[in-house]
Each structure stands twice: as structure tokens, then as C-alpha cells.
Nanobody, 126 residues
Framework: QVQLVESGGGLVQAGGSLRLSCAAS????????MGWFRQAPGKERESVAA????????YYVDSVKGRFTISRDNAKNTVYLQMNSLKPEDTAVYYC???????????????????WGQGTQVTVSS
């Protein structure tokens, strides 16, 4: 079992920055690919970014490339999402997830992830 707890959400003006953190319990954190997803009201859950077990491989959805950076610290059992140049359309509940998906092409699929945090709200005002 892996328990995930997100933090760092909040209200920010367009163009601002936020850093999300996701702390994981257990000693198997480094065995999991970690993903960040988001869900806006009335919309489906969307993959934002994912990072491989060692941190060497990363995936980003096109809409956040160049603005968001995913990273992980396996010694601290934590994954981060640095979000810069935020836009109102980034407003959503952000979730972190742990899983063991196959090839990087499947990292955006939420069904590939077994464990989910409770989510943290990010609101970007215009």
C-alpha cells in the first residue's frame, strides 16, 4: 500500500507560480512511476506530467510543456510539480498518483495508476 498526500495548492494570479508536493508513505516509493493529473469542474481527469522511477524519464502534456516541471526525491519519498506562468485554464484539482505503467506512452493513462492522493485545489485568477 502507498498513501499519497498532496500539498501546495492555492489561489494565484495569472502568470504566477506554485509548487505542488506529494509525499508518499512506505519504503517502495522508488519502485513507482509517479504522475500528476488534474480535473476541472465538468471535465474528465487529465494527465499533466509523469516521471519514471529514477527520475530520468519524464512526460508532459503539450499544454504545460515549458511551464511545468516534474521532479522527485526518492530519499524523501516526494514528487513535485513546479508550475510557472500559470493560466486560468490551469485551474483544477490536482492529484498525484503512483503506478507501474509500461512504456512511457502509457504514462498519461489514469488506469495505469494504482494509488491516488486526495487532491489539492489550484485556482488561477485572470
Amino acid at each position: 500500500q502507498v498513501q499519497l498526500v498532496e500539498s501546495g495548492g492555492g489561489l494565484v494570479q495569472a502568470g504566477g507560480s506554485l509548487r505542488l508536493s506529494c509525499a508518499a508513505s512506505g519504503r517502495t516509493f522508488s519502485m513507482y512511476t509517479m504522475g500528476w493529473f488534474r480535473q476541472a469542474p465538468g471535465k474528465e481527469r487529465e494527465s499533466v506530467a509523469a516521471i519514471g522511477k529514477s527520475g530520468g524519464s519524464k512526460y508532459y502534456v503539450d499544454s504545460v510543456k515549458g511551464r511545468f516541471t516534474i521532479s522527485r526525491d526518492n530519499a524523501k519519498n516526494t514528487v513535485y510539480l513546479q508550475m510557472n506562468s500559470l493560466k486560468p485554464e490551469d485551474t483544477a484539482v490536482y492529484y498525484c498518483a503512483a503506478g507501474r505503467p509500461g512504456a512511457i506512452g502509457s504514462w498519461s493513462n489514469p488506469y495505469e495508476y494504482d494509488y491516488w492522493g486526495q487532491g489539492t485545489q489550484v485556482t488561477v485568477s485572470s
